[in-house]
């Protein structure tokens, strides 16, 4: 039996992304092990009855001895486990695991970058100066003989190649990590004003400020309608929007906000319009999750935001960082019914063909069977 590990710095984060992968490879006969950070989330892991590793992964990632101990934790868990396989989800399991992964002799790695995050997206010479260090640091974690670099977009592919950090050959392109298509399925829209959901974490470079932004000029020119914002902040992120400000839009009445919703399918159903104005993503899967329930999209021009949308067929893609160009597709769906219908039902075949998660599985299970023939499984 092989021994698959999945390190993910967030236990929630691989409940929502990666536990129907899990257990489609517990199906094919893997024995699962996972390794994230203690949290709450951790008991669902264990209640699937996977094996589970606390590993110390600090996020902000401010105090160079704990993300040196860090690194030390995973090679002794790897050197513990032995693991055939271990796949790396984000992008400090990457970088972190990927080191220990080669320190270890594991046989195969799979490094999984879902998105590129804050320092990708931030703006400045220090951002610059921090880009260019970890592209060396990118060489050495992505450096084993035998694993492959798993991509969302085309995109970000094509930046990790072009700067050297990985050779093409040793990259591959699977688009997110697929939505079931059963649950999120076409519901009726709602009839009444219309809804204008944007549920992401709540930060900056998610385009939060512009959403508000538009639903201000929205608002100013008549514009019936509902402005939603679905999802927490996220304190350990150097963009989160603070609680505080939240609060105020909330009570000035420029936005809905509903805090963290763990039943995305309602939501969606309660929903006319998906907008998420993000700086750049991996592949949103709140995006793809809109699509499948038959919801027309708004949404940047933007690497992993523009792969779940062809303009005019099943969304509107609007310039990133733009909140009049925004306001001015939201308002442009929000009057016109039968568009929404034409383009729900286009993004319901989009998701149908491409991003449904029996798909994604396969695809990566089959990676998987690339690597393994050549590890001790």
Known sequence: MCRLLFVVNEAAFFLSHRLPLAQAARQKGYEIHVATPESTAVKKIRQEGFSYHPIP?????????KEIEGIMALY???????PDLVHHVTLKPVLYGGIAARLAYVPAVVNALTGLGFVFTAQGVGADILRYFLNKIFRLAMGHCNSYVLFQNPDDRLLFVEAGAVPEE????IKGSGVDIQVYSPQPEPVDVPVVVMASRMLWDKGVGEFVDAARVLQAAGVNARFVLVGDTDPGNPAAVPQSMLKEWRDQGVVEWWGYRDNMPVIL??????????YREGLPKILIEAAACGRPIVTTDMPGCREIVRHGKNGLLVSVRDSRELAQALGTLIKDSEMRQRMGQEGRALVVAEHSVDLINMQTLNLYGKLLPKSLC
């Not at 992964?57 to 001895?65: A, E, F, M, T, V």
């Not at 002794?76 to 032995?82: G, Q, S």
């Not at 040793?170 to 392109?173: A, E, V």
């Open 57 to 65: 992964l600090s996020r902000q990632g401010r105090n160079p001895w």
């Open 76 to 82: 002794f868990l790897y050197r513990r486990l032995r």
């Open 170 to 173: 040793k990259t591959i392109l």
């Open 269 to 278: 159903a309660g929903a006319n319009i998906i907008c998420l104005p993000s």
